[in-house]
């Protein structure tokens, strides 16, 4: 038997297998992606897909395939997503590195055994996965599909199934020619739909070896009848097969990813399990030993045997950057596939009213605006739109704020492409320093509100490409006014609110989060988030500002009109890996404003534990600031603190040593240093830091950042 996984370079591929796995996956993002003429019940694709049906159902006659035996490298991750979807990109909670040993034979019988398995738990979880998440898919799957061990989809009539013309219609797409020495192969693209949108279908396409009719690669997802779970938001499967012996397609890639929502309360919450295969080291028509074939499909070595298996480095750190990206490109184009494929209704939840929420502070915050101020939020969909209301009311202030938005209902996702809204917030400005959770703690416990707030009413549109685009547009009417300090805290004082202005006019804004990553998986790795707008505006002359702290004035004066004004603010956080568990990172900020008589709510704030640690909360105001800090990483040895169920806390802290330097406009620079902790899976850090120049120390604790879309 084999020990190591052998890596699919070291098998007995066709170089040309790598190439089709590279054409078809480029031929797809490209060409499913613009829009095309699709030509339903195609006499070619319906000859294709004979072919292929009836090479499927003659594959076990094949005399000349007897046996084949491989080796399978597997990962399967849990990842959480918190805030809105695809602005935030998900967390790795727990992952696993597998090792399987496939073995098949005539007629048609197969034996799967797990020789090793390892995992890696980052964030406090109990995660357990359907035992056909440790196997591979042979045969390119049943004639009656079932994933998730029948929980997630079962019995999908197979879109190459004996019968399946009857259920599905077919259409074809572009053809490929890939050359090697000697030969060339061509693939055909056929895609696929069901016939009777309400029935448990699946979406998608296949690619076949026109030569054979052989499957050459296959991805689908499935209609909301087909899904058991109903809080399934997506699952997409892709197979891959490759040329071995230069006759045989059989397994070389596979991958699923399932994304689950909430669908009690709509706080943008969602778990996602990613698994991928690679299959590889094929021996082929040799004789399958008599004990291998008394084994089950699928069995397991002992738990002792699997801890044993010789995997190389740590999980976490080969975790393929793909399993831990927002969406995969696989997943991605599939869902393309289905919308050009398919009524968007196919895919889409049912009518339904939930509760909603940005987050946990959209239900309960403190600052010094509003006091106490709770709310909640309702969201109704049905074929024709989708409504979302959210309200709050603040006790101290005794004002109501909400939000009022109508879009059409969305493809797939929670969010429809585009909204017209009406609102009234008060509306947080500069870089966000605390998390809302903390910053409400803070305030109501010792006067300390890291927040900046204008109350602002606006009525306009928001529009994002799909669903998922990381960037989000917003062009709306606004009219601003300052707030003024209504709460009191337990002990302490609250600072005085920002003198904003009084002003009325059209602001356009995009906003964008996303993650980048280097090739490897110990490489650099970036998140990044900006914020532009630009606008016009009608305002109250500067002298005629409120005192800070008061109540808003009533005024009257004379007011100016501003043909333009602009503001832009980035942040990047950039971590490059060192060795035994170090890490660089860097983290960036910069603000500019431009414009005439810039009201005080259009001026780039800083100042606080990240924009400018050592320096009060937002202590300075000016059209540009840039901000760059440079921190190393260190893990410690500590307690291990027993959780349970959900097992341990990692035994030990990180110490985060930085330094920071903050250019102000022409003000100059303003240093600062100092050292952080990270500690419990490094979900919670404690800083104390000193501004060099005119700065003072300062503590502040905090949850990390990753988490502060929903809190």
């Known amino acids: 038997m084999r020990g190591r996984v052998a890596p699919l370079r070291r098998g007995v591929w066709l170089t040309a297998a790598h190439l089709v796995a590279h054409l078809v996956t480029h031929h797809a993002a490209h060409a499913q992606g613009r829009p095309t003429a699709t030509r339903w019940n195609d006499p070619q694709a319906d000859t294709l897909v004979q072919r292929a049906i009836a090479r499927r159902g003659l594959q076990l006659a094949d005399s000349t395939l007897l046996s084949y035996a491989a080796d399978a490298h597997g990962f399967l991750a849990f990842l959480a997503q918190l805030g809105d979807g695809g602005l935030i990109p998900p967390k790795v909670v727990q992952s696993e590195e597998l090792a399987l040993q496939v073995s098949w034979w005539q007629p048609g019988r197969s034996a799967q055994r797990l020789v090793g398995r390892r995992d890696t738990t980052l964030l406090p979880a109990r995660v357990a996965y359907y035992r056909d998440r440790y196997g591979v898919v042979l045969d390119n799957l049943p004639d009656r599909i079932r994933l998730g061990d029948g929980q997630d989809v079962r019995d999908v009539p197979h879109p190459l199934a004996a019968g399946a013309p009857a259920l599905y219609e077919y259409a074809l797409g572009s053809p490929l020619r890939i050359r090697i020495p000697g030969r060339e192969i061509l693939v ?10 309400s029935q448990p279908s699946a979406i998608g396409s296949v690619y076949l070896d026109r030569a054979s009719a052989a499957v050459v690669r296959l991805s689908m997802t499935f209609t909301r009848a ?14 891959e097969n490759g040329l071995v012996r230069e006759r045989y397609w ?22 996602i399990v990613r698994g991928r295969w690679e299959i590889g080291g094929y021996v082929v028509n040799e004789r399958i ?57 196919m895919l889409s939840r049912p009518a339904s009213a939930t509760v909603t929420g940005r987050g946990i502070s959209d239900l309960a915050r403190f600052n010094r605006a509003e006091g106490l101020a709770v709310g909640a939020g309702f969201s109704h969909r049905n074929r024709l ?41 008060y509306r947080d400005l500069g870089f966000a320093e605390r998390a809302g959770v903390t910053n409400s703690l803070g305030a109501v416990l010792f006067g300390s509100d890291y927040s900046t707030q204008v109350d602002t009413r606006a009525l306009g549109v928001l529009w994002r490409r799909t669903p998922t685009s990381v960037f989000r547009w917003r062009l709306a009417y606004e009219a601003d006014a300052p707030v003024a300090v209504q709460g009191r805290p337990l002990s302490g004082d609250f600072a005085a609110t920002l003198r904003a202005w009084e002003i009325d006019g059209v602001r356009a804004e995009v906003q ?22 630009i606008g016009a505006y009608r305002g109250t002359d500067a002298s005629m500002m409120p005192t800070a702290g008061s109540q808003p004035l009533d005024l009257r004066a004379p007011r100016s009109v501003q043909p333009l004004v602009g503001r832009l603010e980035a942040r990047m956080e950039i971590t490059r890996p060192l060795s035994a568990d170090r890490a660089l990172v860097g983290l960036s900020h910069i603000g500019v404003a431009t414009g005439r008589d810039l009201p005080p709510q259009w001026m780039i704030l800083t100042g606080g534990p990240w924009s400018s640690p050592g320096y009060g909360f937002h202590q300075f105001a000016n059209r540009f600031a840039f901000s760059q800090r440079v921190e190393f990483r260190q893990p410690l040895p500590a307690p291990s603190i027993p959780l349970g169920r959900y097992g341990r806390a990692p035994g030990h802290v990180t110490l985060a040593p930085f330094i920071q330097a903050t250019v102000i406009g022409n003000a100059g620079v303003y240093p600062g240093a100092g050292v952080g902790m990270l500690f419990f899976y490094d979900l919670l850090r404690a800083d104390i830091a000193r501004g060099v120049r005119d700065g003072r120390w300062r503590f502040a604790i905090d949850i990390d950042r990753g988490f502060w879309g929903m809190l």
């Open 250 to 271: 059989l397994p070389r890639r596979q991958e699923v990813e399932v994304m689950r929502g909430s669908t009690w309360f709509d706080i943008p919450a969602r778990g």
């Open 188 to 197: 055909d693209e056929v895609q696929f739909r069901p016939r009777d949108p």
């Open 226 to 239: 087909a899904m058991r779970d109903q809080r399934i938001e997506t699952l997409v499967v892709t197979l």
């Open 385 to 425: 739109a989708q409504l979302a209301v959210r309200g709050r009311y603040g006790f101290a202030d005794g004002q109501a704020k909400g939000f009022i938005g109508i879009g059409p209902v969305p493809a797939y996702g929670r969010t429809p492409t585009w909204q017209l809204f009406a609102e009234r917030d």
């Open 289 to 345: 030993a008599p004990a291998v074939q008394q084994l089950p499909r699928w069995s397991s070595a002992p738990r002792d045997s699997l801890a044993a298996h010789p995997f190389t480095g740590r999980v976490v750190d080969i975790l393929p950057p793909e399993i831990q990206l927002v969406t995969t490109e696989d997943a991605a184009q599939a869902r393309i596939i289905a919308e050009q494929a398919v009524r968007t209704a």
């Open 512 to 533: 964008g989060s996303g993650s980048w990553s280097r090739g490897d998986a110990a490489g650099t790795r970036a998140q990044w988030r900006v914020v532009g707008g």
